[in-house]
């Protein structure tokens, strides 16, 4: 790895992305998007995975043009056709749609249909924070993880995100329904080191920690066993039939076709509601309770999700971006 400056990394995908066809400002939001993933730490779904979507772009299955379309509403619920468009690029439009929505009506609701990949789902749970709500966003995805008690790949790993706004540093839970994501154990490959904890299973079916034992296999752990599976159907069904979209059966079980997505995103403001200093103080007193927790033995202490987040994004912006050069370099050919 090596450091790379926040902006000269936007300015290379953005770079990149003009040549495939993205308008200036579509290109400059996608790559700014791609680049504050590296920075906030999740480096499995940022820099790293931009070759992949630019195979995607090429071969057809994301449209560089193709933007949300609502094609059903009623108060504050709208359904959107995503139209096949950049995945990051539809969701952070769903998302800002579902805020809009919820400065009418205290709640919005955005289903969208037929999408890419949306990279990092914590991105749109940081944008609704951003703007002083709470955010609920989720994605299905290809089948990739064995429903607990099979062997073959039939649910997606679907990640949810859950985000509060706090002034003194919002609180943002990313998680997908695998205990690790595919993205997380190719990063941990790439290192050549185990994962801390079980992760998934071997090809003879044992548990273990080796995330390319587990690549090989294709069996992921679902979070929880039997309780992670579950909520991944419930997660696939509500996405799927809120939007008419696809479920997860029907989406093709390849990274590179990976598309006609379903996804969710609801925006909730509490202050319609309430005092808003009376809620900025219950997130503190959440948070301060945490921190009071005694650590466990060989333990940092105890963190509120999205702590450490702040804390890498505050590194990776004074130092430069985390990149693997070996994809640095490839991308740098793109536009050559």
């Given amino acids: 790895m090596f450091r790379v400056s926040f902006d000269e990394v936007g300015k290379q995908l953005a770079s990149v992305l003009r040549s495939l066809g993205f308008s200036e400002e579509r290109a400059r939001l996608s790559a700014r998007l791609f680049a504050e993933t590296t920075c906030d730490g999740v480096y499995s779904h940022g820099v790293n995975r931009f070759p992949r979507f630019v195979a995607m772009v090429r071969n057809g299955s994301v449209d560089p043009d193709a933007e949300p379309r609502i094609v059903a509403r009623f108060g504050a619920m709208e359904r959107c056709d995503g139209r096949r468009g950049p995945g990051n690029l539809n969701a952070h439009a769903a998302m800002a749609r579902a805020v809009e929505l919820s400065g009418e009506h205290g709640i919005g609701c955005v289903a969208l249909a037929n999408t890419n990949h949306w990279m990092r789902g914590g991105t749109y749970g940081w944008q609704a924070a951003d703007s002083g709500v709470i955010g609920i966003c989720w994605t299905n995805t290809m089948p990739n993880v064995p429903?607990?008690?099979?062997?073959?790949?039939?649910?997606?790993n679907n990640p949810v995100v859950l985000a509060v706004p706090r002034a003194n540093g919002h609180v943002v839970l990313d998680m997908a329904m695998s205990q690790f994501s595919y993205g997380a154990l190719e990063s941990y490959r790439r290192r050549g080191e185990m994962l801390p904890v079980e992760g998934?299973?071997?090809?003879?079916?044992?548990?273990?920690?080796?995330?390319?034992?587990?690549?090989?296999?294709?069996r992921l752990l679902p979070i929880g066993f039997w309780k992670g599976s579950g909520l991944a159907v419930m997660l696939d069904l509500i996405a799927s039939m809120t939007s008419m979209g696809n479920a997860t059966h029907q989406i093709a079980n390849d990274p590179l076709r990976e598309t006609g997505l379903s996804q969710m995103f609801v925006a909730i403001d509490?202050?319609?509601l309430g005092d808003a200093d009376?809620?900025?103080?219950?997130a503190d007193e959440v948070v301060a309770s945490l921190h009071r927790s005694r650590p466990a033995e060989d333990s940092k202490g105890v963190r509120y999700p999205g702590e450490n987040t702040l804390r890498l994004r505050e590194e990776n912006r004074r130092l430069g971006l985390a990149i693997d050069e070996v994809i640095w370099a490839e991308i740098g050919e793109m536009t050559k």
């Fill in 147 to 156: 429903p607990w008690g099979g062997l073959d790949a039939a649910i997606g």
């Fill in 200 to 218: 998934g299973f071997d090809a003879e079916g044992k548990v273990t920690r080796d995330p390319a034992a587990i690549e090989a296999s294709q």
């Fill in 270 to 272: 509490p202050r319609t």
């Fill in 278 to 282: 009376k809620l900025e103080l219950i």
